[in-house]
């Protein structure tokens, strides 16, 4: 894990690693090497969205990246061209395709959890995640909070607990990230209500199902992802891609900063495929005023 340096990389990928659980964004330099930069500080990035390009491929059993062998140029919808996405042989709804990488298959026969993610008390997802990644899955995600239920000796068996459990009113398989932004600016965390409200769900899952999850595991994420705890109505989402000021966490694909006095974020998951510059200048950005409250 490297400190942010200065220049121009293609931004590859933000998560979490596996080991200190500290928050990184993947970049690729113009010599096809991929770096891990920890944010951390005070720094300025911005993107280039002209061109978006193909991110490269991932070697799942050597956990190498590797450049696209074609530098391809995508559409904005695309993280990867085909051929590095049928290198990779990662699909993560296996489940709903019978053409199975060899990669996959040998994945799929690892240890899953399967767990519930808690966003807000309206938003809870329900989710499997290779055995290793567990924690780093969870905050890839920005989950405030999250119950692990149970380990499962193979995908294919967590799967069908996750699919009868995302039946059930209340409970969702995903969460879009302008949805994630969304609750970030505008609701307020509580631990104690996020726990409470997983134990709720897990009794009702219980019920319904006529399952029991006798291990579970809850995990108050959020001391992973900040710095501060900024109150909600603290932070200003950038609609602009760019951002500055100083480092305060990572929500998922949400990274946010402190600028003076105000709390500021960004959905960067949305620019990975993109040009991103670095500075170690501040810029200062035009922010609109925070409308004072009377009460």
Same mark, same amino acid.
């Given at each position: ?5 200065? *220049? ?19 970049? #690729? ?7 891990? #930069? ?17 991110? *490269?491929?991932? !070697? ?15 559409? !904005? ?71 692990? $239920? ?75 992802? $900040? ?48 040009? #991103? ?19």
């Amino acid at each position: 894990m490297h400190d942010l340096g200065e *220049g121009t990389f293609l931004f590859t990928r933000v998560s979490y690693d596996p080991n200190s659980n500290l928050p990184y964004l993947r970049v #690729m330099d113009d010599g096809g090497k991929f770096w891990r #930069m920890q944010p951390q500080g005070e720094f300025t990035l911005s993107f280039d969205t002209s061109t978006k390009k193909c991110i *490269g491929w991932y !070697d799942l059993a050597a956990k190498q990246c590797h450049r696209c062998p074609g530098d391809r140029q995508l559409d !904005d919808k695309y993280e990867q061209c085909p051929e590095c996405q049928q290198k990779t042989g990662f699909n993560p709804a296996f489940y709903n395709t019978t053409n199975i990488s060899q990669q996959q298959a040998e994945l799929n026969q690892q240890p899953h959890i399967l767990y519930l993610a808690y966003f807000s008390p309206e938003v809870i997802k329900v989710g499997i995640s290779y055995a290793e990644r567990k924690l780093a899955r969870l905050l890839e995600q920005g989950a405030r909070n999250a119950a692990i $239920l149970e380990v499962f000796p193979s995908a294919n068996i967590a799967r069908q607990y996750e699919a009868k459990i995302a039946r059930l009113p209340g409970l969702c398989e995903s969460v879009q990230l302008r949805k994630k932004a969304t609750i970030l600016a505008n609701e307020h965390y509580d631990p104690t209500l996020a726990e409470q409200k997983l134990h709720q769900t897990i009794q009702r899952i219980a019920e319904q199902l006529g399952v029991k999850f006798d291990n579970s595991e809850f995990l108050d994420l959020s001391p992973y992802m $900040l710095t501060i705890e900024p109150k909600s109505d603290d932070l200003t989402e950038i609609i602009e891609p760019k951002i500055a000021g100083r480092f305060a966490g990572l929500i998922g694909g949400m990274l946010i900063m402190q600028q003076n006095s105000r709390f500021i974020f960004l959905p960067i998951k949305k620019y990975i495929g993109y040009d #991103m510059t670095i500075s170690r200048t501040v810029e200062q950005l035009d922010l609109a005023p925070v409308q004072a409250s009377l009460f």
